[in-house]
């Protein structure tokens, strides 16, 4: 009796825990790939949780016979009725791809809602051209003013960004932005990147994110590319203007599922529209090998080579076009343009310390190259030589970053906390600015020097999960070291600075139901100065703080329709900025800016899309006096739209259309710089392993500035110089053909 009484106990005690019983698991596509962030239900408790980057998961408060309902965007649903065997050896899980639908998205399932916007888009409609790369993200707008070789220009939230001075831009964890640039700081090229490669666009506007520093006050974007591609293809592509496009994708180890390498090749090169030739081509080399050395390790390698060079027509004055002395497409110097090259190594360990923790590091080099020459104002300093300059720079970029991540659940919440350090420095060989003249003679070395940056950081973000309510406060601290050696002094001189930064920041999201979600964000930014421009100020306003504020809705009000809006603060102690193309320090005090975003998505059939973003944007300078504070180049309006048609019946196609309003050129608005609206198509048919595409750019052949400026400059012809709207014309009709075959 006394052993049958035992085992009733022990048999009772048995049920009672498998009642209780943590489930664990792991989410994988049908190519043996983890899944990060699948959403793991449990119907019958109202248990969930994510999936983490090596697809594990562990769900609480689980019994045999509980029913789990396993979602991710752009998958099947897939439903497990748990049985003993689950609970006691774990679920493995294998998700099956599948069109994109968006009345399955369920808002209180992400964890980024916002992020649905680019997965979506994507997803739709995938990138194909560098030109599209940036503009995946809403609002966002970017213009070329140098023969295509050069990074472009960029306008988010009421900022003219110039080429990166207050958005934080990475690929793969690489830094894209290059400190203390000989052309301007924060310079972001990233035309090293091939489209086709991009697996993933995370973006986020304001200051918020607490793993993101230097720059990220208007914004940030992470580019994430594919450790597989979906087939094996070679791509060419013709069009007009002379140019040429081929791609190369290829997977090499398609028998390994725990093991993937991945080549990518892309040559371009074209005319352009310009009565001089640009003679613009472009190299790209991309390799990445990942492994998985066991279940909870993972090891990758990343290989890249990038070169291009250009010839440029510049940006021209109004007067000049008006005077019938040049066409819109012509140069008054057309001895402009550049070279620039890229070479990134990258080393990733990831290692699942337990089902509920993680750590990810990385380590990486970049070896940088560049050139360029440039002339803005003509004969206004120089009416012999001309006012032509050069800017050129070598630079190594060393870093490395470990990211601890960890989950707890207990009875009310879960508490999800992630911490990290981060070391990057920067050594920069004679970065120079020279006044020159049709590129081969040396008339004024302005300055020349070496210069060593060294950035180190760290982060702290716990995150509240109440269920319907997370609240996320996080903090950052980043301590910059500036040091210049300046060649140009007679005898040998050495400069340094060093300075903190401490930078808090939160975010509160709240589920009232299913399909809506509201969000409140505030948080501390910075961008810092070129190392020169700090030792010239002797220190002071050397990582200029940002103040920004975000609330917003996230909403479904049909199963097709998804929308997000957000009203939005910013404030920036100074927008102090070393201008590389004059070789000087242009402070312009505190600004604040305000505004509205909007963006919609909808799914009308399986096949058929809308996307439209709307922006509204008042900027001005603080300490100016009314009348005399507007921000030049600022935008205040900005609107894109377009509908896609994906995959039906083979052929796939879209128009868009994006619209930029006029903005004030100067403090006092008496120069515009017009706005324009413009018009793109694509249209591709899919016949066996052949897709077949057609592009087309500014479909209507308007006539559109692309990048605008108000300059003062003097022609050869002049006496007096003239201050005036100088642009760059926007491409015309441009009509792109292209062939790609699968295998």
Do not use: C
Not at 563 to 580: C, D, I, K, P, T
Not at 674 to 680: A, K, L, N, P
């Amino acid at each position: 009796m006394k052993l049958i009484y035992i085992l009733l106990i022990l048999g009772i005690s048995s049920i009672s825990f498998a009642q209780n019983a943590p489930v664990k698991g792991t989410v994988k596509d049908v190519f043996e790939q983890p899944v990060e962030g699948a959403y793991i239900y449990n119907s019958s408790t109202d248990a969930h949780t994510h999936s983490l980057a090596n697809g594990r998961f562990v769900l609480q408060n689980t019994t045999i016979g509980d029913t789990l309902t396993i979602r991710s965007l752009g998958y099947q649903v897939s439903e497990v009725i748990l049985s003993d065997k689950d609970i006691n050896q774990g679920l493995q899980l294998t998700l099956k791809d599948k069109i994109f639908q968006l009345d399955e998205l369920v808002l209180q399932q992400e964890q980024n809602p916002i992020g649905v916007l680019t997965k979506m888009d994507i997803k739709v409609n995938p990138v194909n051209s560098s030109q599209e790369i940036l503009r995946k993200v809403p609002g966002l707008f970017i213009g070329q003013h140098a023969g295509g070789g050069k990074a472009e220009q960029i306008f988010l939230r009421g900022f003219d960004i110039d080429h990166g001075t207050d958005i934080a831009i990475d690929v793969d964890g690489l830094p894209v932005n290059m400190v203390s640039h000989a052309h301007g700081q924060g310079y972001s090229d990233l035309h090293f990147l091939i489209p086709e490669t991009i697996d993933f666009i995370n973006f986020g506007k304001g200051s918020y994110e607490a793993d993101q520093g230097n720059f990220a006050t208007a914004g940030h974007v992470s580019f994430t590319t594919k450790e597989r591609f979906d087939d094996n293809l070679v791509k060419l592509e013709v069009g007009d203007f002379n140019t040429l496009r081929t791609v190369g994708l290829f997977n090499l180890m398609d028998t390994k599922p725990k093991e993937n390498a991945v080549v990518a090749v892309e040559y371009q090169e074209s005319d352009g529209p310009f009565e001089s030739p640009q003679n613009f081509n472009r190299i790209n080399i991309f390799s990445k090998y990942t492994t998985q050395l066991s279940e909870n390790k993972k090891l990758s390698l990343l290989a890249s080579y990038f070169d291009s060079r250009w010839s440029a027509s510049g940006q021209i004055p109004q007067r000049a076009v008006d005077q019938g002395l040049i066409s819109r497409f012509g140069a008054i110097d057309d001895t402009e343009g550049g070279k620039t090259s890229r070479t990134n190594i990258a080393l990733g360990f990831d290692q699942f310390l337990s089902d509920r923790s993680s750590i990810k590091t990385q380590v990486y080099y970049t070896h940088y190259d560049f050139e360029l020459y440039s002339n803005f104002t003509f004969f206004l300093n120089d009416p012999v030589n001309g006012d032509q300059i050069k800017q050129k720079e070598s630079r190594n970029i060393l870093g490395a970053k470990s990211v601890l991540s960890s989950d707890y659940s207990f009875d009310t919440f879960e508490l999800r906390l992630k911490t990290g350090i981060a070391l990057r420095n920067d050594r920069i060989a004679d970065s120079e600015l020279s006044s020159t003249a049709n590129r081969t003679e040396i008339i004024e070395r302005r300055s020349l020097g070496d210069i060593n940056e060294t950035n180190f950081s760290g982060f702290f973000e716990s995150t509240f999960d109440f269920g319907k309510l997370e609240f996320t406060p996080s903090v950052r601290l980043d301590y910059f070291k500036f040091i210049y050696e300046d060649f140009l002094q007679p005898t040998f001189e050495e400069l340094a600075e060093k300075q903190l930064v401490f930078s808090p920041k939160f975010r509160f999201d709240y589920d009232i139901n299913t399909d809506l979600n509201l969000f409140l964000k505030s948080g501390v930014g910075f961008h810092s100065n070129d190392t020169r421009v700090v030792l010239q100020q002797d220190g002071s306003q050397i990582l200029p703080k940002s103040y920004a504020s975000d609330l917003g809705v996230n909403y479904k009000p049909l199963p097709n329709l998804f929308m997000s809006a957000a009203a939005w603060y910013l404030a920036l102690e100074q927008e102090f900025v070393y201008v590389g193309d004059e070789g000087i320090v242009e402070p312009s005090g505190s600004t604040e800016r305000y505004g509205i975003d909007f963006s919609l998505r909808q799914q009308f059939t399986p096949w058929l899309f809308l996307n439209t973003d709307l922006t509204y944007t008042k900027a001005r300078a603080t300490e100016a006096p009314s009348g005399q504070d507007y921000i030049p180049l600022a935008p205040q309006y900005t609107f894109t739209s377009g509908v896609t048609v994906k995959d039906y019946k083979n052929l796939s196609a879209g128009l868009q259309l994006r619209w930029l309003g006029d903005r004030p050129a100067n403090e006092d608005y008496s120069i515009t710089a017009e706005g324009y609206t413009v018009v793109d198509f694509n249209v591709s048919y899919q016949w066996n392993a052949l897709r077949f595409n057609l592009d087309i750019q500014n479909l209507f052949d308007v006539s559109w500035n692309e990048t605008q400026f108000a300059t003062e400059s003097r022609l050869a012809n002049e006496s007096e110089s003239v201050e005036e709207i100088h642009f760059t014309p926007g491409t015309p009709f441009f009509i792109k053909g292209g062939i790609t075959y699968s295998f």
